[in-house]
């Protein structure tokens, strides 16, 4: 029924034309997450799209760390790990606090060893 050149809208019709009973498309529009649903998952999985930032979650379920330790565990240069932790701190998915000039990292929500255990669960195909 949905070729590749039919829009949404000529999509919208046929339902309504096929549908006697019901109001299909109202029914469809109701399962439509909201936008702000939407951009909150996009930015936690966009910052966890990456190996080092995976890889520092990883070494805060153990507890916090300070940036220079989080730099030996990621064995990258301070400049990669402030970035990769500064998008971690904007998804918040990590917290800070500062002790004189060290800047400790913890986790803000331990529900994301839940998202990075369910993804190490999923099976993934092997060619």
Known sequence: MNSSNET??????????LSDDCDPVAELEERRPDDETVATQETVFGALANAHRIHALEALRDGELCACELQIVLDAPQSTVATHLRTLRDAGLVKTRKKGKWT??????TAVFELLDVAAAVETPTE
């Open 8 to 17: 949404a809208a000529d999509v919208r019709r046929t339902l309504e034309r």
């Open 104 to 109: 400790y990292y913890r986790i803000a929500d």
